[in-house]
Nanobody
Framework: VQLQASGGGLVQAGGSLRLSCAAS????????MGWYRQAPGKQREFVAG???????RYADSVKGRFFISGDNAKNTAYLQMNSLKPENTFVYSC?????????WGQGTQVTVSS
């Protein structure tokens, strides 16, 4: 399984960004996709996940502002991030889980300026 992430960048506080994570390869057993984020020198933390392509899970800190969705036809998950704050500045990494492995895409930098 390969994951191609895109959509990061620089945005002002209050703005929005949408991250994409496209999966390819042996994707048929994937049952969970989502994102973690990490600041320099800090542990990676969960942001949002989509279980079985339909059930969303969110970190408490992003509930009501971030929304995860999936497009099965494109094998792609999306993370819509609204009302961004400077403290949302991280490297965001998408993941996919099948029955035996967790796969990671390359991180994408999201920077929110005040």
């Amino acid at each position: 399984v390969q994951l191609q992430a895109s959509g990061g960048g620089l945005v002002q506080a209050g703005g929005s960004l949408r991250l994409s994570c496209a999966a390819s390869g042996n994707i048929f057993k994937i049952n969970n996709m989502g994102w973690y984020r990490q600041a320099p020198g800090k542990q990676r933390e969960f942001v949002a996940g989509l279980i079985s392509g339909a059930v969303p899970r969110y970190a408490d800190s992003v509930k009501g502002r971030f929304f995860i969705s999936g497009d099965n036809a494109k094998n792609t998950a999306y993370l819509q991030m609204n009302s961004l704050k400077p403290e949302n500045t991280f490297v965001y990494s998408c993941y996919a889980i099948d029955r035996t492995n967790t796969y990671w895409g390359q991180g994408t930098q999201v920077t929110v300026s005040s």
